[in-house]
Nanobody, 123 residues
Framework: QVQLVESGGGLVQAGGSLRLSCAPS???????MGWFRQAPAKEREFVAA????????YYADSVKGRFTISRDNAKNTVNLQMNSLKPEDTAVYYC?????????????????WGQGTQVTVSS
């Protein structure tokens, strides 16, 4: 069983930056990893994903060019660098891990989920 712990959320002004980190309890270097988010009164949506090898990423159109997903397999962490934040980025952000190597945009392809970290962007 893999447990995921997110950190790095908080309150930031529009235009600012935050860096989220996800630390799996087990070895997940071959797992695809993803970030999803859920805003109040909205369904959870895909944000970004990275292949098990780290050689391949994919982003939602709404964050492309502003967010960067990366993984440090030596430290067994996955990060989401968020720049040029907007109020509409306000949400609870979830880290997810898939036993598959290939990345996915689909929630049901992920086997493990973190409890989420709140990101609030003020205007």
């Amino acid at each position: 069983q893999v447990q995921l712990v997110e950190s790095g959320g908080g309150l930031v002004q529009a235009g600012g930056s935050l860096r989220l980190s996800c630390a799996p309890s087990g070895r997940t270097t071959t797992y695809a990893m993803g970030w999803f988010r859920q805003a109040p009164a909205k369904e959870r949506e895909f944000v970004a994903a990275i292949r098990g090898s780290g050689a391949g990423t994919y982003y939602a159109d709404s964050v492309k060019g502003r967010f960067t997903i990366s993984r440090d397999n030596a430290k067994n962490t996955v990060n989401l660098q968020m720049n040029s934040l907007k109020p509409e980025d306000t949400a609870v952000y979830y880290c997810a891990a898939s036993r598959r190597w290939e990345l996915s945009l689909v929630e049901s392809d992920y086997d493990y989920w973190g409890q989420g970290t709140q990101v609030t962007v003020s205007s």
